[in-house]
């Protein structure tokens, strides 16, 4: 069954087929290390990961790079405003690095309780600088780019491709005002995007250049990254929606100035989650994280679980209320018992093994394939597609009739005499000890209950 994905170069649904039989190279934009990701930021990670699984359960061996913006990221996309790591840094006192790697490990975290699998590669912005000055040379060879007084910039006017991907109006944008085409004096064009940054002393973090001390501009470390990784022409480059207009667009211009080679050959794009009718985003400060989830109570795989119910190509409105009905489902599906399988013949489980696969083949219509598990309601095929779900079914399905491990029991015991003892702290304890260890805890005739939390 061949895997069909929407490539926003061609706007339409295409056969994935990789460059290399068997393997799909696929970069993602990872994030930006300045404060912690929003929900909104990891719908963007859950769609990419259930495309690597998706690629896996089809057969390919996924090598999925991703990166950790750790300099350079201005605030807004058009090398406007300050950088996003100072300013981070300033607001908790702290230094560049430090912040950056506090916000490192609390994505990585986040990525963890959400099963998003670990990218083969994650790579540090400022642990490839010296790709990005090579690329940037390269680029200057060719006559891509140039020198201002205290930056080198792209000169889009020389990539007659500039416009494709985004298929951007340039006379339009010429023409415009605000935003993206406010003119800088020193910029031939109003897209030319920097490169690099020259004479800019109070900046933090600085590397030597053949142009002098200075940093990079953004878009071009995914450019060096990618392609360090990869190779010129690879399969899928993902990343949200926001990027299609500047940053995609840039990393196109920058890879095929200098290479002459195509850059990528699938571009997949996710959509925005949106709260109330805004996008979620950090600017506006109207974000949630997943530890403020985990304060009301919700599991991170419940919110995967919502997720994974809307497409990646439509927007997806987050409520709380829509949450808990996540929650509950996700519960229902915990609750399937593998005894009683309604699939229990082989032929009627291929039968429905493929409809749910060519759902998810159809462009990742998950909700679709999530639709018909709940209506087959068999908890082998709910595994089987749990590697490409990635919802931990398996493991957290109710275990009511199961046998408890025996050093769960073995506490059991020990609260049941602490409690025959009235030694009310050890009994407190050792309940709290098998909350923590994933249990419920309650107080029967017989002494006490417990049963694994199934979320
Ligand atoms: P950032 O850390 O801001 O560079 O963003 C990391 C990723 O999250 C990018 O791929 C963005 O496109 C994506 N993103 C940002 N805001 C949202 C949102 N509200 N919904 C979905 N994806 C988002
Ligand atoms: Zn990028």
Redesign the pocket.
């Known amino acids: 069954m061949t895997l069909r994905l929407y490539n926003t170069l061609s706007r339409s649904v295409e056969d994935f087929v990789p460059l290399v039989p068997g393997r799909a190279g696929m970069y993602c ?4 290390v300045y404060n912690y ?2 929900i ?2 990891l ?2 990670y859950v769609f990419e990961d259930v495309l690597r699984r998706t690629l896996r359960f089809n057969g390919y061996v996924p090598m999925h790079v991703m990166n950790i ?1 750790d300099v350079g ?1 201005l605030e807004s996309d058009a090398d406007e405003g300050e950088d996003k790591m100072e300013k981070g840094a300033r607001r908790e006192g702290v230094d560049v690095w430090e912040l950056a790697r506090k916000y490192e490990n609390a994505w990585l975290l986040d990525m963890g309780r959400l099963n998003i699998e670990r990218p083969e590669i994650i790579c540090r912005a400022t642990e490839h600088v010296p790709d990005m000055i090579q690329l940037i040379e390269r680029l200057l060879e060719r006559g891509y780019a140039y020198a201002t007084e205290d930056t080198i910039y792209y000169d889009t006017s020389k990539f007659s491709d500039y416009a494709k991907l985004a298929r951007l109006d340039l006379r339009g944008l010429q023409a415009g005002a605000g935003g993206r085409v406010q003119l800088n004096t020193e910029k031939r064009h109003p897209n030319d995007f920097a490169l690099w940054f020259l004479k800019r002393p109070r900046h933090l973090m600085q590397w030597d250049s053949p142009w002098g001390r200075g940093y990079p501009g953004w878009h071009i470390e995914c450019s060096a990254m990618s392609m360090k990784y990869l190779g010129p022409t690879f399969d899928i480059h993902c ?5 299609i207009p500047v940053h995609h667009t840039n990393e196109i211009a920058q890879s095929e100035g200098a290479t002459g080679q195509p850059f990528v050959r699938y571009w997949l794009h ?5 709260i109330g009718s805004e ?4 600017s506006i400060e109207n974000f949630l994280t997943l530890s403020a989830l985990a304060e009301r109570g919700f599991d991170a795989l419940a919110y995967r679980y919502l997720c994974l119910q809307a497409h990646y190509r439509s927007e997806l409105r987050f409520t709380m209320d829509a949450l808990e009905a996540a929650q509950q489902g996700l519960r229902k599906v915990y609750a399937v018992r593998p005894d009683r399988d309604p699939l229990s013949d082989a032929s009627a489980y291929a039968d429905a093994r493929a409809e749910v696969l060519a759902a998810i083949n159809d462009d990742l219509n998950v909700p679709q394939g999530i639709g018909l598990l709940n209506r087959y309601g068999s908890h082998r095929l709910w595994c089987e597609f749990d590697s490409v779900l990635g919802l931990s079914i398996a493991e957290r399905a109710e275990q009511k009739d199961e046998a408890l491990p025996s050093d769960i029991a073995a506490l059991v015991e020990r609260r049941n005499a602490a409690r025959k003892a009235r030694a009310w702290d050890e009994s407190d304890r050792l309940r709290q000890e098998l909350i923590d260890r994933g249990y419920e805890v309650g107080d029967g005739p017989n002494g006490t209950t417990v049963r694994r939390r199934p979320i």
């Open positions: 934009c990872g994030p930006t990701a929003h909104g930021n719908r963007t913006t990221h990343g949200g929606v926001d990027h996710g959509e925005w989650l949106l996008k979620m985003s950090k």
